[in-house]
């Protein structure tokens, strides 16, 4: 009992470093007294286990490519919500065109550079993170603003290369790897 008792206070004493370090390798830590003595109460992050090398280096390319495109999704969330906003406060449709089209141009100027960048991974990821945070497919926030046909043009060139603007993002299935990584990031974990 005494040497897991010092063991726990060697532990716990580390543990601020680790807290300073990001947060890497607990969620949280609280503290116990049990029989008169306190005892940390250490909340652990689940580490994943992958049977062969390469699910994980499968996964850490996914980690890499959340960590690089979630911010770009949550910067499309709230340009969209901006933009529906303002196109409810224009009182025609030729008013409301020429602003879709300024800010078609002026999203395309800032980020035309990053997405040219991008991996086939983190296109496919950006994806499914813009359907997660909007609420719509990326066909669908381009049918909306830019026209069927634009939609339908840039669906097939996405189809040519591998991918599908059409894609739905699925917190229970599918996608559900890529559900608990954005966790992870959004707690400060990766």
Request: aromatic content about 10%.
């Amino acid at each position: 009992m005494k040497k897991l008792l010092l063991l726990l206070c060697v532990f716990s004493a580390a543990l601020p470093d680790l807290r300073a370090q990001g947060g890497r390798g607990y969620l949280y830590q609280e503290w116990t007294v049990e029989r008169g003595d306190s005892v940390p109460l250490i909340h652990a992050a689940p580490v994943p286990v992958f049977r062969r090398p390469a699910d994980l280096r499968r996964y850490r390319r996914l980690v890499d490519a959340v960590k690089k495109v979630y911010p770009t999704a949550k910067i499309a969330r709230a340009k969209l919500a901006e933009m529906e906003a303002e196109l409810l406060n224009l009182p025609t449709k030729k008013a409301q065109k020429a602003y879709t089209k300024q800010v078609y141009h002026e999203i395309k100027e800032e980020y035309t550079p990053v997405l040219k960048r991008m991996t086939r991974t983190q296109g496919k990821v950006l994806l499914k993170l813009i359907d997660r945070e909007t609420e719509y497919t990326a066909y669908e926030v381009l049918r909306e603003f830019r026209g069927g046909f634009v939609a339908g043009f840039w669906q097939g060139v996405s189809k040519i290369f591998g991918q599908d603007l059409k894609s739905e993002y699925d917190r229970e299935g599918e996608d559900r790897i890529i559900e608990q990584i954005v966790a992870y990031y959004e707690a400060g974990l990766l």
